[in-house]
């Protein structure tokens, strides 16, 4: 089929446009045979994520991006690939083992696995060159360096003998392999090296040992650290140079690092499972038992040796990954945080602004979000906002009960101190914990056991579905004992941390229709499972006025919008639908957006990730555009927008469009009414489209190419329009991370001041009112 698109295109470049209207009209023709479940019309799943991660490295590989923020994109696509080979792949692995394929496959899975091995290698050895041959030579330049071993000055061996002996021998353990000693069990990411000798073992074999590489030592070790000059050593090397001491009774003649990666993927049965907090820990424990899926080794290792270690972990030669350079390049993450250096080596410094109806010290945080709602784009508006609402529900005296749902709360989260401190209160607080969000299930239990402790009611929802729904309701009384809900909805988790780094929706609102939706949706997470062994088509769902719900039907009324706007389409007013999210993958939803497209509708799709739809493909996809924005903050929101003739209809939730999120797990997706909200996101989608420096436009092969500025063009990236746009109409505030320090203790909790977001104020700004008045 690409050839026959590309001969298409040839043919319409020398056509004049009214010939080119009739030729597009013919084509339409030719492909009103095309079936939509035609798997050419679909990008395969893992193959679209690997090109999401080779957009990363492209921001690593692009020298406009400052040196320290290209090592940022390094860690990144390590850490991503790293949670590939964990999960994705491991799903892949699953469906082979059932040789299940799926309609958007475009070959069998073993042999998408054989191109997923391909494309790694690829992307290993481009990463490798990136880091080795480009970056760290210009970091050195930069004074900033990982010297090797014969580069050092003699007080810097000095220093690094001494922090040898005492810090890394003492937790050094040598692991013989021999007949009398089985080969020990390799954990899950971590470096190890394999160590060879002179002479052969008992059983006429190469004699070799194993030492793991201590995981609580930092990998780079600080060798000298001075406001203009930073050096350090791998902690690695300095294991390989000092070998002898840990086998002083023979010769050692090589060291080798290496490192295995092990399936994490699970699967909870409904049926099975008795107690999910126990059956969550005990996979935890197990986790780490899981099957071998790669092996990463150091280019010099030896063939006897890289071919013992697959045999041993049972793998075959495609599970096997030459690393030339440095295993694992996350532990460059110490280079992140040198302070004192030249500001070009990172994106200039941006504290996020506070929201301008939130700042007045003499009105109550309650009153304002009963006045107006208010719309937060993080991280340019400061999550401290959030963090305000739940402090002042926490200490309000009018507030009865807060209700929360937590996905990833991060570590010592200020949430979970609020929650803690308004229930030690005597105030009613639930909160949903979803025991089974990827890696931070250990976080997530130690949490949940605390807010019991607390008194908290803690429900972790159902087992065969993932609570990732993002909402927060506070119940208050107020005048003549009316109880007044509030509501706080979002796109993205409730945690600190991310939040200065993950761009994401937040909405205050006190409208009833959605106030009372929320409720109804805690209610039903609280209560009995009416899912269990029903067939959602027939069953009889929960009333929701307002929001959609997952898995209640949303991909049907996300279908149904866009049907409707199909049905809006005029030869006077072209229909628009943007969507922005994460992923597409929801094979009928592509389905509706194709057969809008041959409608004449205009769609964007703003897609950070994995798109398996294909644009730009003639009778099917001509009117589709896909693009990719990847920077300096991961995007995170999501938010639909239909044109419908010019009134748009606007909704922003938790949910991608995904088969998981549509069948397997409670989302919410909510309306945007106000005109200002409705302005304001309009605007946002608009920044995204026009990004010439960031994006990245989806080919109809499934390949991405960067959209750069034409000549004379102004250089436009929107993300920089945000941090703009914050700096204007925000107010500025002490620095992120000292504004929210004192929420993660409980004795500063209760010094602040009632009001919490006034006193992170840095100028005091009257409003214009009071100024007029005083001139008058």
């Keep these: 089929m690409s050839k026959l698109i ?104 073993e042999e998408t696995l054989d191109e997923v091995a391909i494309k790694v290698r690829e992307l290993l050895k481009r990463i490798s060159k990136c880091l080795h041959s480009q970056i760290l030579p210009e970091l050195e330049l930069n004074h900033i360096s990982i010297p090797k071993f014969s580069e050092l000055t003699r007080s810097e061996e000095e220093k690094l003998d001494s922090h040898f002996e005492s810090q890394v021998f003492p937790v050094l353990t040598p692991l013989a392999v021999d007949p009398a000693h089985p080969f ?101 424990k197990d986790r780490e038992q899981k099957t071998v899926v790669r092996l990463e080794y150091e280019k010099n290792m030896p063939d006897w040796l890289r071919n013992k270690l697959a045999t041993v972990l049972d793998l075959d030669s495609s599970d096997l990954y030459e690393i030339d350079g440095m295993i694992n390049m996350r532990d460059l993450a110490p280079l992140l945080k040198i302070e004192r250096l030249d500001p070009s080596l990172k994106d200039a410094a941006f504290n996020p602004r506070l929201n301008i109806n939130l700042v007045d010290a003499n009105r109550d945080i309650f009153d304002v979000i009963r006045e107006r709602d208010i719309l937060l784009h993080h991280p340019y508006d400061s999550f401290a906002s959030v963090l305000d609402f739940l402090r002042s529900a926490a200490k309000d005296d009018k507030v009865l009960a807060i209700k929360q749902t937590l996905y990833r709360s991060g570590g010592d989260s200020p949430i979970i101190e609020a929650l803690v401190n308004a229930a030690e209160r005597g105030k009613q607080v639930t909160v949903v914990v979803e025991l089974k969000a990827r890696f931070d299930e250990a976080n997530n239990i130690e949490w949940a056991k605390r807010l019991e402790r607390a008194g908290a009611h803690v429900v972790f929802g159902f087992i065969d579905l993932k609570t ?38 937040g ?159 409670i989302e919410v997706v909510w309306p945007i009414e106000s005109s200002d909200l409705k302005s304001k996101l309009t605007a946002i989608l608009n920044n995204f489209l026009i990004d010439n420096c960031k994006s990245h436009e989806m080919q109809s092969d499934g390949s991405y190419v960067r959209n750069q500025p034409a000549s004379g063009e102004k250089m436009l990236r929107c993300q920089d329009k945000f941090i703009e746009y914050a700096r204007r109409y925000g107010i500025k505030s002490i620095a992120y991370d000292q504004a929210i320090k004192p929420l993660f203790d409980k004795k500063e909790f209760d010094r602040i001041p009632e009001r919490f977001i006034p006193s992170l104020v840095v100028e005091e700004i009257q409003p214009k009112s009071l100024k007029k008045k005083k001139k008058k």
């Design 6 to 109: 590309n001969s298409e295109r040839n043919i319409q470049k020398s056509l004049p446009p009214t010939i080119t209207n009739h030729f597009n009209k013919e084509i339409q023709t030719q492909h009103k045979h095309i079936h939509l479940d035609d798997p050419d019309l679909y990008m395969n799943r893992e193959i679209s994520w690997l090109s999401f991660n080779e957009r990363v490295l492209t921001e690593a590989e692009n020298k406009n991006v400052p040196l320290l923020e290209r090592v940022k994109f390094c860690i990144i696509f390590a850490s991503n690939l790293d949670e590939f080979f964990m999960v994705r792949l491991s799903g892949l692995l699953r469906l082979v083992a059932q040789h299940h394929t799926t309609i958007y496959d475009e070959e069998e899975s």
């Design 184 to 284: 020990p069990y390799l954990s899950n990411l971590s470096l190890y090296l394999a160590v060879t000798f002179e002479g052969i073992s008992e059983n006429g074999e190469p004699l070799l040992a194993l030492v793991e590489i201590p995981q609580k030592i930092l990998r780079l070790i600080p060798i000298s650290q001075k406001a203009n000059k930073h050096r350090f050593f791998l902690l690695d090397e300095l294991i390989k140079n000092y070998m002898p001491s840990l086998f002083p009774w023979t010769q050692v003649t090589g060291a080798y690092g290496f490192r295995v990666t092990r399936n994490l993927d699970y699967q909870l049965l409904d049926n099975e499972v008795k107690d999910l907090m126990k059956s969550i820990e005990y996979e935890l």
């Design 468 to 505: 990732h729904a993002k909402c927060t309701l506070v119940v208050r009384k107020e005048k003549n004992n009316y109880l007044q809900k509030y509501v706080h909805l979002s796109t993205g988790n409730y945690n600190s941390s991310t939040a200065k780094l993950y761009t994401d929706i």
């Design 507 to 665: 909405h205050l609102t006190t409208d009833p229709a959605l106030c009372d939706d929320i409720a109804n949706v805690f209610n039903f997470i609280t209560g009995f499972n009416i899912l269990r062994d029903q067939d959602l088509t027939q069953m009889r769902i929960p009333h929701f006025e307002k929001i959609k719900v997952a898995p209640f039907r949303l991909r049907e009324q996300i279908i149904q919008m866009i049907e409707n706007e199909k049905r809006k389409n005029t030869h006077d007013n072209q229909a628009h639908i943007i969507l922005k999210m994460n992923s597409l993958v929801d094979v009928k939803i592509c389905q509706a957006l194709y057969r809008a497209s041959q409608k004449g509708v205009k769609i964007d799709l703003i897609v950070r990730g994995v798109c398996i739809l294909r644009p730009d493909i003639p009778g099917v996809s001509e009117n589709i555009r896909v693009v990719s924005v990847i920077d300096r903050y991961l995007e995170h929101s999501r938010i639909y927008w239909f044109k419908n003739c010019g009134d748009p209809i606007i909704y922003c939730g938790s949910a991608d469009l995904m088969e998981r999120n549509m069948d397997r797990r």
